[in-house]
């Protein structure tokens, strides 16, 4: 992976990807009952709150205080009267509740739980790049370590991203990272030139626009709402005929509740399915590709969730100084809405 002005036309084979990560099968529905009110207790007794994204297993979503996309969770995170964090989503996620939450104990049930997109850009690569681009301002996907954060003057999500880069002056240069199917976008609404470092997450980058082009002969009459981390953004903006919706996760909850469509196709991890169903009763959801699967969103099982509460495992911990500048870059995200 390297920063590039000159980016492929369409997504190249994904790069990153969860190698040995080993997903559980799938709970048995009959022990969810008691497992959730197991869990129940247990955050009674511990003071903690459970914060899972919408991309976990549907059963972790049930069982959770709140649910939603990075940006949600993370203001949920900084302002929850708890003290201990339980956050059923990736590793990053509970790094940035951590920073936003010094004071808290945060948890994550499974250290394996990364992210093959925050795996694209290493901080020593960031700092490189940066001094190939000296006074730009660093613009970074809250899909990043820790390390990566605190050398960034932005963090943002995607319900935010083009607020953000609308934010900072016209002069300046921008370096956004990690996540280009989101630059190119970006560029594209904003109008402005970024460089873009070539990172993606497997998953999103495995949704091609061939899987609309299929979908939309069979459903006619759907909307397509498109993630902007999807390796098919750019091309669909370009599709004949196609009223694509770019949106965020939680973007798509909202419109899917407003539209008086009936039908919605669905491109992005497949988790958010459930959230879609709950939220817009009677709609129904198709996703674009049903092989959208994050593997690593997948390992927490109710069982593991149980678990982290009853031991306390695994604490998840930043380094002050590394958190005290990552905060800052967040704050800001937060900030704007
Ligand atoms: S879906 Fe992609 S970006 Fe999200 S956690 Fe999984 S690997 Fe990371």
Request: net charge negative; charged share 25%.
């Amino acid at each position: 992976m390297s920063p590039t002005e000159k980016l492929p036309a369409a997504a190249p084979t994904p790069t990153f990807g969860p190698g040995s990560v080993t997903v559980p099968p799938p709970g048995d529905p009959a022990t969810f009952v008691d497992l959730q009110a197991e869990i129940r207790e247990l955050a009674r007794q511990h003071d903690a709150v459970i914060l899972a994204h919408s991309y976990e297993r549907a059963e972790i979503q049930d069982v959770a205080d709140h649910v939603g996309d990075s940006l949600r969770l993370s203001r949920v995170a900084a302002t929850a009267p708890q003290s201990t964090i339980v956050f059923c989503g990736v590793s990053f996620m509970a790094e940035t509740a951590k920073i936003l939450s010094p004071g808290k104990r945060v948890l994550l049930p499974d250290l394996a739980a990364g992210c093959s997109l925050a795996d694209s850009i290493t901080v020593d690569q960031l700092r490189n790049w940066k001094a190939e681009h000296r006074g730009a301002v660093v613009v970074s996907y809250v899909n990043t370590t820790a390390a990566v954060k605190a050398e960034s003057d932005y963090c943002c999500t995607s319900s935010n991203a083009r607020a953000v880069i609308d934010s900072i002056p016209p002069d300046r240069q921008i370096l956004f990272l990690p996540d280009m199917f989101l630059g190119l976008w970006l560029q594209r609404v904003t109008g402005r030139k970024l460089h873009i470092w070539l990172g993606e997450c497997h998953v999103h980058a495995g949704i091609r626009p061939s899987d609309i082009e299929e979908l939309r002969r069979e459903e006619p009459g759907a909307e397509l709402l498109v993630h902007p981390e999807c390796g098919c953004t750019s091309q669909v903006m370009e599709m004949a005929g196609v009223d694509a919706h770019i949106l965020s996760t939680e973007g798509m909850v909202t419109y899917a509740q407003k539209s008086t469509a009936e039908t919605f196709l669905i491109a992005t991890e497949t988790g958010i399915l459930h959230r879609l169903e709950l939220k817009a009763p009677g709609k129904r959801f198709v996703p674009v590709n049903r092989e959208a699967v994050c593997q690593y969103m997948k390992l927490t099982t109710l069982e593991k969730l149980r678990d982290s509460l009853r031991l306390g495992q695994f604490e998840i911990d930043v380094p002050a100084d590394i958190a005290a500048r990552a905060r800052r870059a967040l704050e800001r995200m937060i900030a704007i809405a």
